[in-house]
């Protein structure tokens, strides 16, 4: 990833365990929530979205939890694998507002490093 | 369907230079927003344009400048470079208007000597 981990939180997880990524937000007004994951060299990838009328939401191995009351997101990831080694971003839109746009706003970033 | 593209993926500055970046975005997807990737600062939000019209801008000087066409392709542009616009570039395109979920390219990573 191109967060380099001089500040970069790191997670180290067994294969096979379940990881579990934590966020924390601060804008109440933030209605929508996403989840990339960026490898080397690579740009983000999605891999969950949730709106902030829902508290979760699941994928293929992969689950967001959404708390508003403390603003809080987490990315849970079953059966962890070395392909999953990669840093993770949570992003939220902030405006509710169409015409305000797209804009994303990232977290810093948690680095996920599996061993086997 | 091919991902999001942009050229060129390497670049090499110097101080002063100016420099244009291209992004495809997914066939049919309307608004492409501009990222700032580095390790101090991490993801920031450049601008987004939606039907050939700049709708957000984010924190940046104005030598960040950017454009959409009508085939939705977009470019930006840096111009007098400066050392700290050594950064990854990215690009990401979503299909409609409110539909949020945006889809990154590769970016394009710029070296400012």
């Known amino acids: 990833g191109e967060n380099v981990g001089l500040h970069l939180p790191t997670l180290s997880v067994q294969e096979g365990d379940n990881s579990i990524i934590n966020c924390a937000y601060s804008?109440?007004?933030?209605?929508?929530f996403i989840w990339y994951k960026q490898e080397s060299g690579k740009g983000p990838q999605f891999i969950i979205d949730?709106?902030?009328?829902?508290d979760k939401r699941q994928g293929q191995r992969v689950t967001v939890l959404l708390n508003k009351t403390v603003k809080h997101l987490s990315l849970q990831i079953a059966a962890t694998q070395p392909g999953d080694s990669a840093v993770y971003f949570c992003?939220?839109?902030?405006?509710?507002?169409?015409?305000?746009?797209?804009?994303?706003?990232f977290g810093g970033g948690t680095r996920v490093l599996v061993k086997p | 369907k091919a991902g999001v593209t942009q050229t060129p993926r390497y670049l090499i500055k110097t101080r002063g230079q100016q420099v244009t970046l291209s992004c495809s975005p997914i066939s049919g997807h309307r608004s492409v927003s501009w990222y700032q990737q580095t390790p101090g600062q991490g993801l920031q939000f450049l601008f987004e344009y939606f039907s050939e019209t700049q709708r957000n801008k984010g924190n940046f000087p104005g030598r960040f400048s950017g454009r959409q066409f009508s085939n939705s392709r977009s470019e930006m542009n840096v111009s007098t470079l400066e050392l700290g616009d050594s950064a990854l570039y990215l690009c990401?395109?979503?299909?409609?208007?409110?539909?949020?979920?945006?889809?990154f390219g590769p970016g394009t990573r710029l070296l400012v000597l």
């Open positions: 990401a395109s979503s299909l409609l208007d409110g539909q949020e979920t945006q889809y």
């Open positions: 949730i709106r902030s009328n829902m």
């Open positions: 804008n109440s007004a933030s209605d929508y």
């Open positions: 992003a939220e839109k902030r405006s509710p507002i169409k015409a305000a746009g797209n804009k994303l706003t």
